[in-house]
């Protein structure tokens, strides 16, 4: 990529721009390799319900063990994916992989997958989903999509009929990362949402900023008078998690719950001393 800029202008790239050049190009390069050489895989984190205090499902999350790099974060290369259309195939090996993983597990534990805003421009998605599901025998009300309002921004009405596609079809649909960006109070009132996902930012400031508990309170509230449920991210201590069931939030996730984790089959181990860990 520095030669590409010509010769003139690399004097005036440093040593690190240089650097995270190479570094961006390779792994452009290497991620269209990376399914088929086996390098990408799940990881599980389990949401706990509150009411029940069960675990009632694992959210998907991506991991890319680079050969030389080592793990590489999503964060660095879902926005590559995004780039070079790389996501459509990932995607939908993601929601495939998640969805055989599910069916493995017992019937009322659900499992999300995160959509990216690239994923919901596709008119093949919608298929390609329906495909996973039905290829891995599981049932739609167990699968769950979620999506960051990144999606909504650019073509509102087009994610608006996706989502309701989906949501005909029985899977449930998250808001993620709710209380950053903009969050338009329209979302909540025009998708076919079955849950809000608040930002792990605000779980990390309610218990010493009183402004930000109230907005966790009211934002629960508001939810559960549009029927919307509420998971709140990033539950790291006892003190937050205690907080959390007191303003009657649904669902709890975070490292204090669980890591998210290589789980090939969650009968038997994780789902089961999950529950043990936090019913003792
Ligand atoms: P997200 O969907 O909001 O996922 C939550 C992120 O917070 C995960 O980071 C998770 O490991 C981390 N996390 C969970 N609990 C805690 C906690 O208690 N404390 C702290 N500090 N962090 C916690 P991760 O796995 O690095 O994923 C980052 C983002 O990458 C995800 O945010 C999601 O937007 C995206 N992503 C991950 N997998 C996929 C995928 O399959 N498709 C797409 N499109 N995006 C994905
Ligand atoms: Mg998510
Ligand atoms: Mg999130
Ligand atoms: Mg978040």
Redesign the pocket.
């Known amino acids: 990529r520095a030669k590409t800029r010509g010769a003139s202008s690399i004097q005036f790239f440093s040593a690190n721009d240089d650097e995270a050049a190479a570094r961006r190009h390779a792994l452009e390069r290497d991620l269209a390799s990376a399914l088929a050489n086996d390098q990408l895989w799940?990881?599980f984190?389990p949401f706990l319900n509150l009411g029940s205090d069960r675990i009632c499902g694992f959210?998907?999350?991506?991991?890319w063990q680079h050969p030389t790099l080592g793990a590489i974060?999503?964060?660095e290369f879902?926005p590559i994916a995004e780039e070079t259309g790389l996501?459509h195939g990932?995607?939908h090996w993601?929601a495939k992989t998640a969805c055989l993983a599910a069916a493995q597990w017992p019937r009322d534990l659900r499992v999300s997958?995160?959509?990216?805003a690239v994923?919901l421009k596709d008119k093949a998605l919608l298929d390609g989903i329906a495909m996973a599901l039905a290829e891995a025998g599981l049932e739609p009300r167990r699968l769950e999509v979620?999506i960051?309002e990144s999606v909504l921004i650019s073509d509102f009405e087009g994610a608006i009929s996706l989502l309701q596609s989906l949501s005909f079809l029985s899977i449930t649909v998250a808001l993620?990362?709710f209380g950053t960006g903009f969050s338009s109070l329209t979302y909540l009132r025009k998708l076919p949402l079955s849950r809000l996902?608040i930002?792990?930012s605000f779980v990390l400031d309610m218990l010493t900023d009183a402004d930000c508990a109230a907005i966790v309170r009211s934002l629960i509230e508001l939810a559960h008078e549009l029927r919307i449920k509420v998971t709140a991210?990033?539950?790291?201590t006892p003190e937050q998690l205690d907080y959390l069931r007191r303003v009657r939030c649904d669902e709890a996730?975070?490292?204090?719950i669980g890591?998210?984790i290589r789980i090939d089959n969650i009968h038997g181990t994780a789902a089961e001393s999950f529950g043990q860990q936090l019913n003792t």
Do not use: F, M
Not at 59 to 63: D, I, T
């Open positions: 799940l990881a984190q959210e998907a999350l991506l991991r974060p999503p964060a879902i996501i990932i995607g993601a997958v995160n959509l990216s994923q979620e960051t993620d990362d996902k930002d792990r991210e990033g539950v790291e996730q975070g490292y204090l890591k998210p």
